[in-house]
């Protein structure tokens, strides 16, 4: 039988093939194809080296995917795996950039490089009030002479090396203090944002919020406007929120902030997906952002903004 003709038995009659294999019914194969037992064995040999290859091929390839790192300061902890993440509108945020950033790495030539660490993607969550310092984030960049794309923003810190096989290490930042600046911004209430956005103590929001009271609801004079009194963005979230002081005004401010963050979810994942897609293709060299209008043309930023938090 000629190499054709056993490649065209294979590819027709390989599923009763395999049926057969598995029952080792060898003499049913051997009537049926009407083969030569040593013919049947080579056929044989080329199903189990063909099923081999395939898994060794799937293996090398599980190497792209970078593994996960998820640092949560809102409820603490730092788990390794995208099902461990307790919140769900977190949990749903990270798998959806990490699938993205997956897909670039399997477009970008299928299999990942394993030296230098391999892929690595570090999600942090941090709250708008937190009475502690902010978690110190590693590291994560590889030495001066990298030659790849490095990103810089108030979102993501990220390299992207696409030669000879592609990598990306990256720190991925859920700060809900930057999504509030994003949105003063957006809406118009406070300059060009150029500073990384900082926690704030319970104790100063609380203060915020006792001057906003005063001069809102009980219009007690102040020496000076509430626009010089408290950062921007939080005033325009206490005048976004629901005005009322039937409970701590405070509280309703937090239960706005906890919409804002909820609304604004799948229109941050598009901009992360941005600017990850942004360094991917930029070849080699530094990419700097700092403010939220710069990313016109990069994200959905229509997508992003969120006007109505009550």
Same mark, same amino acid.
């Not at 798998?95 to 230098?116: F, P, T, W, Y």
């Not at 990220?158 to 999504?179: A, C, T």
């Not at 799948?266 to 992360?272: H, P």
């Given at each position: 039988?000629?190499?054709?003709?056993?490649?065209?038995?294979?590819?027709?009659?390989?599923?009763?093939?395999?049926?057969?294999?598995?029952?080792?019914?060898?003499?049913?194969?051997?009537?049926?194809?009407?083969?030569?037992?040593?013919?049947?064995?080579?056929?044989?040999?080329?199903?189990?080296?063909?099923?081999?290859?395939?898994?060794?091929?799937?293996?090398?390839?599980?190497?792209?995917?970078?593994?996960?790192?998820?640092?949560?300061?809102?409820?603490?902890?730092?788990?390794?795996?995208?099902?461990?993440?307790?919140?769900?509108?977190?949990?749903?945020?990270?798998?959806?950039?990490?699938?993205?950033?997956?897909?670039?790495?399997?477009?970008?030539?299928?299999?990942?490089?394993?030296?230098?660490?391999?892929?690595?993607?570090?999600?942090?969550?941090?709250?708008?009030?937190?009475? %502690?310092?902010?978690? +110190? #984030? /590693?590291?994560?960049?590889?030495? @001066?002479?990298?030659?790849?794309?490095?990103?810089? $923003?108030? *979102?993501?810190?990220?390299?992207?090396?696409?030669?000879?096989?592609?990598?990306?290490?990256?720190?991925?930042?859920?700060?809900?203090?930057?999504?509030?600046?994003?949105?003063?911004?957006?809406?118009?209430?406070?300059?060009?944002?150029?500073?990384?956005?900082?926690?704030?103590?319970?104790?100063?929001?609380?203060?915020?919020?006792?001057?906003?009271?005063?001069?809102?609801?009980? %219009?007690?004079?102040? +020496? #000076? /406007?509430?626009?010089?009194?408290? @950062?921007?963005?939080?005033?325009?979230?206490?005048? $976004?929120? *629901?005005?009322?002081?039937?409970?701590?005004?405070?509280?309703?401010?937090?239960?706005?902030?906890?919409?804002?963050?909820?609304?604004?979810?799948?229109?941050?994942?598009?901009?992360?997906?941005?600017?990850?897609?942004?360094?991917?293709?930029?070849?080699?060299?530094?990419?700097?952002?700092?403010?939220?209008?710069?990313?016109?043309?990069?994200?959905?930023?229509?997508?992003?903004?969120?006007?109505?938090?009550?």
């Amino acid at each position: 039988m000629a190499l054709s003709d056993l490649l065209e038995v294979v590819f027709m009659r390989h599923t009763l093939f395999v049926d057969c294999v598995m029952s080792n019914s060898f003499e049913r194969v051997i009537k049926m194809w009407r083969f030569h037992p040593a013919r049947v064995f080579l056929l044989f040999c080329c199903f189990v080296l063909s099923c081999a290859g395939g898994v060794a091929n799937a293996a090398i390839c599980d190497g792209n995917i970078p593994s996960i790192q998820v640092i949560d300061e809102i409820r603490g902890g730092v788990v390794t795996s995208i099902e461990e993440v307790s919140d769900p509108g977190f949990r749903h945020f990270v798998s959806i950039v990490s699938s993205s950033v997956n897909r670039l790495l399997q477009e970008g030539g299928g299999c990942a490089a394993k030296d230098d660490g391999g892929s690595i993607l570090i999600f942090v969550r941090t709250p708008l009030v937190q009475n %502690r310092p902010a978690v +110190a #984030l /590693p590291n994560i960049f590889n030495g @001066p002479n990298f030659k790849g794309c490095r990103l810089y $923003s108030p *979102w993501v810190s990220l390299e992207f090396y696409n030669s000879p096989r592609p990598k990306v290490r990256g720190v991925i930042r859920w700060d809900q203090h930057q999504l509030l600046i994003d949105q003063a911004v957006m809406a118009g209430v406070m300059p060009k944002a150029n500073e990384k956005a900082n926690v704030i103590s319970g104790d100063d929001f609380r203060r915020y919020a006792k001057l906003y009271v005063d001069a809102e609801f009980h %219009r007690k004079p102040n +020496a #000076l /406007p509430l626009s010089l009194l408290m @950062p921007p963005e939080i005033l325009w979230l206490f005048r $976004s929120s *629901w005005q009322s002081t039937r409970g701590p005004f405070s509280s309703s401010a937090m239960r706005a902030m906890d919409n804002l963050v909820s609304r604004s979810t799948e229109g941050y994942a598009d901009l992360l997906i941005g600017l990850v897609e942004r360094c991917s293709s930029f070849g080699q060299g530094d990419v700097r952002y700092k403010s939220i209008v710069e990313l016109k043309g990069i994200a959905p930023l229509d997508k992003y903004r969120v006007d109505v938090l009550r």
